[in-house]
């Protein structure tokens, strides 16, 4: 299938509803440490960003290149929740949510990355 903008893309559709989840969450549960929740919210806006600014490339190779950026970023993200977890930040049930939704996102990056290096623009 052929995508006319980043839009279309369907994971980068499912990292903007994530970082609109981490928006929320993170305004209700990290109000007063601001640092962290600038971290969380930097890291994982940095997803859907990285793939916009990959997909106006002129190459798959160069949108390649910023998928792995924003599969970094994944990582980031999963790393933040997981001291948020463990300083009493997030309750399990809502790290664990987190938790499976970044994994998917992350996989979901590889193989979008693999694809784009495998098939020429």
Not at 11 to 23: A, G, L, R
Not at 29 to 48: E, G, H, T, V
Not at 80 to 101: C, H, Q, S, W
Request: proline content about 2%; charged content about 30%; hydrophobic content about 40%.
């Amino acid at each position: 299938m052929q995508y006319r903008s980043f839009e279309e893309l369907p994971i980068w559709q499912d990292c903007k509803q994530f970082v609109v989840t981490i928006y929320k969450i993170s305004e209700e549960r990290f109000s007063r440490d601001f640092c962290f929740k600038d971290q969380l919210r930097r890291a994982s806006l940095s997803m859907p960003l990285n793939i916009s600014e990959g997909f106006e490339r002129k190459t798959n190779k160069e949108f390649s290149r910023f998928i792995n950026i924003a599969k970094a970023s994944a990582g980031e993200v999963r790393a933040i929740l997981i001291i948020a977890n463990g300083i009493g930040y997030l309750p399990d049930d809502v790290f664990y949510e987190l938790r499976t939704k970044i994994i998917s996102i992350s996989k979901q990056l590889s193989k979008f990355e693999k694809y784009l290096l495998n098939t020429s623009h």
